[in-house]
């Protein structure tokens, strides 16, 4: 595709409950990251895939979150026991290759609401 | 550790004046340095980036920024604002050698004719 595109777009749970993000990043990017962005905050990072494996999950914020990306394209984010405090956006980066300076492209975001 | 912080959350401007957005950096190694653009509902855009090379970096929709590592800041500015440029703009660096962004908290950048 021509862009990052996640879905779904908005999703709302209830607390306890199970939900999948999903992320489609660009075709060709062996680079992929997912990111929480609360109210009025900045973006803060969750997790890094570099191909199949994740290369960096020191963002994800207790052992009810995980994520995968069995065959290096689509990857999912998986939230267990769903809390209020995990109501966010939840954004998805490809970028080439995973070096430092290379551009990362965003898809527009999952709003997760938690009630 | 790397961080940025953006001095500001609100800024207000009128159309046609100039759009000074701030950014400092903290970093123990010569940093790679980002401003993005958040349009509402919409994905995080690169505006421009600074990696290495030339200080004054120009990037999209007439955004520049200038890394000053005597003053570690790395500010955005516009010479003259459009209505089009209402959005939050977000500083980010990278941590150490991973390829991980860190954001600042964003700047609510509004135009007022």
């Known amino acids: 595709g021509a862009g990052v595109s996640q879905t779904p777009s908005n999703k709302v749970t209830e607390k306890g409950k199970y939900v999948e993000l999903r992320c489609d990043p660009i075709?060709?990017?062996?680079?992929l990251y997912w990111y929480r962005q609360s109210l009025g905050q900045g973006p803060e990072f969750l997790i890094y895939?570099?191909?199949?494996?994740?290369?960096?999950d020191s963002g994800l914020p207790n052992d009810r979150f995980f994520a995968v990306r069995p065959e290096g394209s689509v990857s999912t984010l998986k939230i267990q026991r769903t809390e209020r405090g995990d109501s966010a956006v939840y954004l998805c980066?490809?970028?080439?290759?995973?070096?430092?300076?290379?551009?990362?492209?965003f898809g527009p975001g999952t709003r997760l609401l938690v009630l | 550790a790397q961080s940025v912080t953006q001095l500001g959350s609100h800024v207000s401007v009128s159309e046609g004046a100039l759009v000074l957005l701030r950014c400092n950096y903290s970093?123990?190694?010569?940093?790679?340095l980002f401003w993005y653009v958040q349009y509402p509902n919409q994905g995080l855009q690169l505006l421009l980036k600074?990696?290495?090379?030339?200080?004054l970096v120009k990037g999209i929709n007439g955004f520049e920024a200038e890394f000053k590592k005597s003053e570690t800041s790395f500010h955005l500015t516009k010479p003259s604002a459009h209505m089009s440029d209402a959005a939050e703009y977000f500083c980010?660096?990278?941590?150490?050698?991973?390829?991980?962004?860190?954001f600042g908290a964003g700047t609510r950048l509004a135009v007022h004719p």
């Open positions: 980066a490809s970028s080439r290759s995973g070096t430092g300076q290379e551009t990362q492209y």
């Open positions: 075709s060709g990017h062996t680079a």
């Open positions: 895939f570099q191909g199949t494996g994740a290369a960096d």
């Open positions: 970093s123990s190694v010569p940093p790679y």
């Open positions: 600074y990696t290495t090379g030339a200080t």
């Open positions: 980010a660096t990278i941590s150490g050698g991973y390829n991980k962004l860190i």
